[in-house]
């Protein structure tokens, strides 16, 4: 039981957590922090939150659980905020989609008292967000990645897994490397890509012929590029390093397939593309064991 959670960015996955808490009986009072007035009225109005802070450092001085969901380039500002006011016992996490620039910035922001800050990360989303976007049941099934500290105590670790467990979330373990290498692939990329395609074809002067024309593949590969897009040029600042490895592999990947098309080569074009359908079919047959 949280007898005080404080909410720092009330959107999607902020208010999703609270609305989860509050639905299992596990959050007495919710207090909610963000820039805009305007979203933290509506979740008030919707229930999400009980009470708006002014600031960060105000709401934490009797928090017993702190969640950042805030655009990563945003937390090592509100790491310097709150440490001087963050109660001993006050255990804070984030839901940032980086680790090793999260982690860097909070040992410089809360110093000694780092070893309260239990990263992790929530593997669910939407292009949607803000308070509107909000639900109840959105981690249901979904993977949330935890990448704990040295200093932190096993109880902090455990009663950040059992709040992402209790919301449903099946909670797993990684070092902060490996996650931030992951998820270059298989989010940040796929993001990126969607972007460049919409960007490409938005640019041309017959565009809107083509948009006329495209069906449901291109909204289902395209969907991502709804996103925020401040949020995703923080991730994409913060883990540029394994993205642009990622990026040289799927370039070279496109460029092999050029290759293939302009020999004709219709045979290994098709293995390629059955090797391709046989990986899907085997992580969502996974996926659904």
């Known amino acids: 039981m949280i007898d005080h959670l404080v909410i720092i960015g009330v959107g999607l996955i902020g208010g999703s957590f609270a609305l989860d808490l509050k639905k299992h009986g596990l959050v007495g009072r919710v207090t909610g922090v963000g820039?805009?007035?305007?979203?933290?009225?509506?979740?008030?109005e919707l229930g999400i939150i009980d009470a708006i802070?002014?600031?960060a450092a105000e709401a934490v001085r009797d928090a017993d659980l702190v969640l950042l969901a805030i655009p990563v380039s945003a937390m090592a500002a509100v790491f310097r905020d709150i440490a001087g006011g963050l109660p001993s016992a006050c255990i804070l996490t984030d839901a940032g989609s980086t680790k090793q620039d999260v982690i860097a910035a909070a040992r410089v922001g809360l110093g000694g008292k780092v070893g309260q800050f239990v990263p992790g990360h929530p593997i669910a989303g939407a292009e949607n967000n803000g308070a509107d976007a909000a639900r109840t049941g959105l981690y249901q099934h979904k993977p949330f990645i935890m990448t704990p500290l040295p200093e932190n105590t096993d109880a902090a670790v455990a009663a950040v897994r059992a709040l992402w467990e209790a919301c449903g979330a099946n909670v797993s373990h990684m070092e902060p490397y490996q996650h931030d290498h992951v998820f270059a692939a298989v989010s940040h990329l796929p993001h990126l890509v969607s972007f460049?395609?919409?960007?490409?074809?938005?640019?041309?002067?017959?565009?809107?012929?083509y948009f006329r024309y495209a069906g449901s593949g291109f909204r289902d590969f395209t969907r991502i590029a709804g996103s925020h897009p401040e949020m995703w040029r923080d991730i994409s600042m913060a883990n540029k390093d394994a993205l642009v490895t990622e990026l040289e592999a799927f370039i070279a990947k496109l460029s092999v397939m050029r290759d293939l098309l302009e020999s004709g080569d219709s045979d290994a074009l098709e293995a390629l593309f059955s090797r391709a359908r046989e990986a899907r079919h085997n992580w969502i047959k996974g996926k659904n064991d």
């Open 35 to 44: 820039r805009g007035r305007a979203n933290l009225e509506k979740a008030l």
């Open 53 to 55: 802070a002014d600031t």
């Open 196 to 209: 460049a395609l919409m960007e490409e074809l938005a640019g041309r002067p017959d565009a809107e012929t």
